[in-house]
């Protein structure tokens, strides 16, 4: 059963501007912080940016200023904004969804961006 699903990536030059999407089921939706994680290849999964049920924000240091996270309650569904890529920024991202500061127990399967130069 399908309960998040990511769309948004693809290819982009450094400098460029991309928007991630991130569809819940409602009931995920309504009950949890929602998330972007990304991994690189050979790297781990690391929080890029976590938005809270009352809209309250939190970034990794390497996307402050460029990346914005969001969500849109009547639709079930989290952006993330990113402006500015840089060539590691390249990654695939997941969505996510749980408790505020805690690591999701819900996952999407992923988009893949990938920041040329």
């Known amino acids: 059963q399908v309960q998040l699903v990511e769309s948004g990536g693809g290819l982009v030059q450094a400098g460029g501007s991309l928007r991630l999407s991130c569809v819940a089921s409602?009931?995920?939706?309504?009950?949890?912080?929602m998330a972007w994680y990304r991994q690189a290849p050979g790297k781990q999964r690391e929080l890029v940016a976590q938005?809270?049920?009352?809209?309250?924000?939190r970034y990794v240091e390497s996307v402050k200023g460029r990346f914005t996270i969001s969500r849109d309650n009547a639709k079930n569904t989290v952006y993330l904004k990113m402006d500015s890529l840089k060539i590691e920024d390249t990654a695939v991202y997941f969505c996510g969804g749980g408790r505020w500061f805690e690591a999701p127990g819900y996952w999407g399967q992923g988009t893949q961006v990938t920041v040329s130069s």
């Open positions: 938005i809270s049920l009352s809209g309250t924000t």
């Open positions: 409602r009931k995920i939706f309504i009950d949890n912080a």
